[in-house]
């Protein structure tokens, strides 16, 4: 499988042992897309092969073979914010609430570090083994001389957020962050003293090819270059680009490369008397650049992007596709399909370590089903099915049925049933080539969800918590009383009395006479539940919306969260054994696992502050001119905004409009544009909503 390997799992655990620390090996991990769609922040390369990036949900990729396949680790599950290596076996990680992560085994094992504050971290660099730097918020600069065993505190001067900084040697340095801030220091950080940067945008990344020639790049296009270590730095046209340049890196004296917002590339190849755009091939946010050998971007949705030519051609690295899989399913632990949107339909003769795209339907698809490694099935839109006896060596339209299908099943290789909009049902006992209506007593009502335990006894349920039952082929169907109005989205039975039945607001419920009586069991969540798979009577596993993967040991008495480091919704699920699972989802999502998916949410093997209710803080400086820094805390991962009003109660800024995991956050208001006086700034989720006065004195 993608992911660690075994042997490097094992080698894993054993450090992981020896050093006395939780392991930090992911019960779930990603097969698509490859290597895994996280936002990566940061991007670092110590030769031609061995490299690293760190991003989102506590995400660290590796590579060791220049970037031809990567491994994945996990952190906790707050975004980790930079990376540097000094050697092969030697490098550091930053992230928030004070978090560095120190490794002497090339990232094989991560350990903590007290680095004695609790200030978003965003950039670290070193020296040499020893000697090393961090930079965050509130001005925060952090040095250890002992490879950070021990860190003290360095007097920037200032109290806002530095976001970068680089060494041209052990001595020289430079830091930059908001508004226009550039700090250098001489004598390794003892004194740091400020730089005119000639402009109040926000500064983001440094970048110096000797002791006296660099760049800094920022909001609006903005790349500042000094030749005289930064006693004076004048700006280089971009040609109008308005767009923030969030990484910069000099490749000698006359080429440089900028990356930023929406896919932007800009590069330089006459020391910075024109700049000009790259064709990235991408809208993707990026964040990071490094340079060795080859030239790497990084950043939005996991991207990863390479160039070995300067920039001529930038080709894609992460691949993989990014459309929702509805379903999946597998016939054995090798052999499994996966289909969704744009009517793909995607295969794996290895357990997934490799899904290839084996047809195109000409609608979407919503549900796959298989009897064995030759014969699988799939409807959705209008009805379509297709069909494929030859292990998907081939896929045949067996036919159109009119209406929207949503879910499929066959107990065994001649027997199914499809249903889907307005009720309707369709049956097949020839395995798959024609399908005859039955009446489902229900219609207009869609159903959402089928299950056969054998080719007499089944049960669907959609809307409005309808559950129909029947014991002899679908022949009759008869309604059952579920005590509940919610939706149903999917249905599993172990045999014919013991079944389980999912949908909206967290529902799931348990029958053990057939469904004659349905009782609701307590998920502990209010998300949209997609799917459930029981082996038996005692394991199973629901998926859901926002990244939920549930599971239980005891039938459903107890069900428990497990970790998944995604936000994307988990539609489908299934299982071979008690170990070996699989998981389906928006955006492409497939992950697996290969113990169960673990038993609960692991926390990570520091304290991180999840909040229990929303915190918005007062903003700082305040009042501010033109810049001010907003803080805030979501107690759960979910859809946020973050709004600016002026006094007339009118929007004039949204800071923020995305789905964001539980943590803390920051976020920049730059009021150049806007005239003095009250503004307000409001944060809401789906659940809260606070709101916080600030002044604007330009």
């Known amino acids: 499988m993608k992911g660690i390997s075994f042997s490097a799992k094992i080698l894993f655990t054993i450090l992981l042992i020896l050093a006395g620390i939780t392991s930090l090996y992911s019960e779930w991990y990603w097969q698509n897309p490859y290597p895994q769609p996280n936002e990566l922040n940061d991007f670092y390369f110590i030769d031609a ?29 707050d975004p980790l914010n930079a990376v540097h290596f000094t050697d092969w076996d030697n490098g550091w990680i930053v992230g928030h609430n004070g978090l560095i992560l120190h490794t002497i085994s090339g990232g094989i094992s991560w350990i903590p570090q007290n680095s004695g504050t609790n200030a978003t971290l965003y950039d670290v660099y070193f020296n040499d083994p020893d000697s090393g730097f961090v930079v965050g918020t509130a001005g925060t600069i952090l040095h250890t001389t002992d490879g950070g065993n021990t860190w003290s505190q360095q007097n920037s001067g200032i109290m806002t957020p530095l976001y970068g900084m680089y060494f041209s040697n052990a001595n020289r340095g430079w830091v930059v962050g908001l508004s226009g801030t550039i700090l250098y220091t001489s004598n390794a950080g003892n004194s740091w003293i400020p730089q005119n940067a000639g402009t109040a945008r926000d500064i983001f990344s440094v970048h110096f090819y000797d002791d006296d020639n660099g760049r800094a790049s920022g909001t609006h296009g903005l790349i500042a270059r000094t030749s005289n270590g930064g006693t004076t730095w004048t700006q280089e046209s971009t040609g109008g680009l308005f767009t923030d340049l969030l990484c910069v890196h000099n490749v000698g004296t006359n080429h440089a490369f900028a990356v930023g917002r929406d896919g932007v590339i800009m590069a330089t190849n006459d020391g910075g008397s024109s700049w000009f755009p790259q064709n990235s091939g991408t809208t993707a946010r990026l964040n990071a650049l490094t340079t060795r050998n080859q030239i790497w971007a990084a950043g939005e949705d996991g991207i990863i992007l390479k160039t070995i030519n300067l920039g001529q051609t930038w080709t894609r690295e992460s691949y993989g596709t990014r459309v929702w899989l509805h379903s999946l399913t597998f016939a054995d632990s090798l052999n499994g399909w996966a289909v969704g949107d744009s009517g793909i339909i995607l295969y794996t003769w290895n357990s997934g370590m490799n899904w290839v795209e084996q047809a195109r339907a000409p609608f979407d698809l919503f549900a796959v089903d298989c009897s064995n490694s030759d014969t699988a099935w799939a409807v959705g839109d209008e009805g379509i099915v297709m069909r494929t006896i030859n292990g998907g060596y081939s896929w045949r339209r067996v036919d159109t049925l009119g209406t929207d299908l949503y879910a499929l099943d066959f107990p065994d290789d001649l027997h199914g049933w499809a249903v889907g909009r307005y009720g309707v049902i369709f049956y097949s006992d020839d395995g798959g080539w024609t399908w005859t209506p039955q009446t489902s007593g229900i219609v207009p009502l869609p159903l959402h969800a089928v299950k056969f335990y054998d080719q007499n006894n089944g049960w669907a349920g959609g809307l409005e918590g309808v559950m129909i039952h029947t014991t ?173 009003y002026n006094i007339l109660g009118e929007e004039v800024a949204t800071l923020i409009s995305e789905r964001l995991a539980a943590g803390d956050y920051e976020v920049n208001w730059n009021a150049t544009k806007h005239s003095s006086g009250i503004y307000f700034y409001r944060l809401q989720t789906s659940r809260y909503t606070q709101t916080r006065k600030m002044i604007l004195m330009q």
């Open 49 to 77: 092969n061995r490299g690293w990036a760190v991003g989102n949900y506590g995400t660290i990729i590796y590579s060791f073979d220049g970037g031809a396949s990567w491994e994945q680790q996990f952190y906790g599950t």
């Open 472 to 644: 002899n082929g679908g022949n009759t169907w008869t309604t059952q009383n579920t005590g509940t109005t919610i939706r149903f989205a999917g249905i599993d039975f172990v045999d014919v009395n013991n079944g389980w039945a999912v949908g909206i607001d967290g529902g799931i419920f348990h029958t053990t006479d057939g469904g004659t009586t349905w009782t609701p069991q307590n998920s502990g969540t209010g998300e949209l539940l997609w799917a459930v798979d029981f082996i038996d009577l005692n394991n199973g596993w629901v998926t859901g919306r926002g990244g939920t993967i549930l599971r239980t040991t005891d039938g459903g008495a107890t069900w428990l969260p497990q970790l998944t480091r995604t936000w994307y919704d988990i539609s489908s699920v299934c299982f071979i054994n008690a170990n070996y699972g699989w998981v389906s989802g928006d955006y492409g999502l497939i992950m697996t696992t290969d113990d169960g998916g673990g038993f609960t949410a692991i926390k990570p093997p520091m304290d991180v502050k999840i909040p229990k209710e929303l915190e918005l803080y007062q903003n700082y400086p305040n009042p501010f001119n033109p810049t001010t820094t907003i803080k805030f805390m979501v107690p759960q991962s979910g859809q946020v905004s973050l709004k600016i």
